[in-house]
């Protein structure tokens, strides 16, 4: 049985990100992906936006490592020739009572470090966006788009070039804590890989997105007790016709909805200009849970009959959209604590019996973009030993 220094669960944006400043310190690596390829889960399937930072609470991790982590992910997809680009985000008031929560939003951004917001109306809203309809908008000229994928890419590489073994198909099905570190249990996932083994592993971090819950529960976490239960929280996406490509030069998002679910259903952008709208939240009872494997065993379909609602929600807004221009797209999932309100990241260096684990659980929105910064706590606590 071979002994590594750091066994990192999880091969999305995150664990990759993780796995890179884990081997920069020289830690021998392991990353442990059960999915056939990287970034197979939450990290392709959603908005690819690199947040602002003006919608989470003063003093929050969710507020620290956005703010943090947007600007290093900039700096990283300079270096590392991932496409990245700074579109600029309008939140808009389309009636007069909304007008209120942008002034909030932009005290709250402010305090959170967001830099150059500002308030637009009148003149200068048209002239950023002509095609959109609004009364005021809250303007953040620093919140981007990016190769998501592409990033977590990058960040393996970076990890495979400083010692660490990248690792797919390969699901981990056990963990015990031990004198010497914890055991780690794989089984080889699909056809790529139909053996598995088991090492140790002297500290572990869960960076398993969708079934950070999970993995934790296997380690002996008594998630119930902490609150960690992941809900999989579906949002679909709907694309715009490619005859509108180009009407719109910024995201564009509403003011949110008051029960904190969502952002709001938003215009999107890719680094192509292509043009989407998404997620809702879809919620079922029972709450989807993935399943063991390769492939989660998620429903990734997109029902046609949602497009209204799209429709309506975004009418208000772009005033030139029509209910044809709108065609289903793709499903993303969010590991959510809470269906409502407001709920932190859960990062947790766990002590006594449990010590040498790291968890990451309930990394949902903006965890993308806070993947630098969750990486370098993360990196910190790792230098400091088990």
């Not at 960040?155 to 055991?183: C, D, F, H, K």
Request: charged share 25%.
């Amino acid at each position: 049985m071979f002994t590594v220094d750091v066994t990192v669960i999880g091969g999305g944006v995150v664990g990759c990100a993780v796995a890179a400043e884990a081997a920069k310190r020289g830690l021998s690596t392991v990353l442990l992906e059960k999915e056939g390829a990287l970034a197979r889960g939450t990290t392709s399937r959603n908005s690819e936006v690199s947040h602002g930072g003006m919608y989470y609470p003063e003093g929050s991790l969710k507020a620290r490592f956005c703010v943090e982590g947007r600007r290093r992910l900039k700096e990283f997809c300079g270096q590392a020739g991932v496409g990245y680009r700074e579109c600029g985000k309008l939140i808009v008031a389309v009636e007069e009572n909304e007008r209120e929560e942008l002034q909030r939003l932009l005290a709250l951004g402010r305090s959170n470090g967001v830099e150059d917001l500002q308030l637009v109306a009148g003149r200068r809203l048209r002239e950023l966006a002509p095609e959109v309809r609004a009364l005021e908008a809250l303007y953040s000229p620093r919140t981007g788009v990016m190769d998501a994928e592409g990033v977590a890419r990058a960040y393996a590489r970076l990890a495979a070039e400083s010692g660490a073994q990248i690792m797919t198909s390969a699901q981990v099905t056990g963990l015990e804590p031990g004198t010497a570190g914890w055991q780690v249990v794989v089984e080889g996932c699909g056809s790529a890989r139909q053996e598995g083994w088991t090492h140790q592993s002297i500290r572990v971090v869960n960076a398993a997105g969708l079934r950070a819950d999970l993995v934790a529960e296997l380690a002996g976490v008594d998630i119930d007790a902490r609150h960690w239960r992941q809900t999989l929280l579906k949002g679909n996406y709907f694309q715009i016709a490619p005859v509108h490509m180009g009407r719109i030069g910024q995201l564009v998002y509403p003011v949110p909805p008051a029960d904190g679910s969502s952002l709001g259903v938003h215009v999107c952008l890719d680094l192509n200009g292509r043009l989407k709208l998404g997620p809702d939240t879809q919620t079922t009872d029972p709450a989807p849970r993935p399943g063991p494997g390769p492939g989660d065993g998620l429903d990734y379909t997109v029902d046609p009959a949602r497009g209204e609602a799209f429709y309506q929600g975004a009418a208000r807004f772009l005033p030139w959209l029509k209910p044809e221009d709108l065609t289903p797209d793709m499903v993303g999932y969010r590991p959510k604590l809470t269906i409502q309100g407001f709920r932190d990241f859960q990062l947790c260096r766990e002590e006594g019996d449990l010590a040498g684990l790291i968890n990451l659980v309930g990394i949902d929105s903006p965890g993308l973009t806070s993947a630098p910064a969750l990486a370098r706590q993360v990196g910190a606590w790792l230098g400091e030993g088990p």
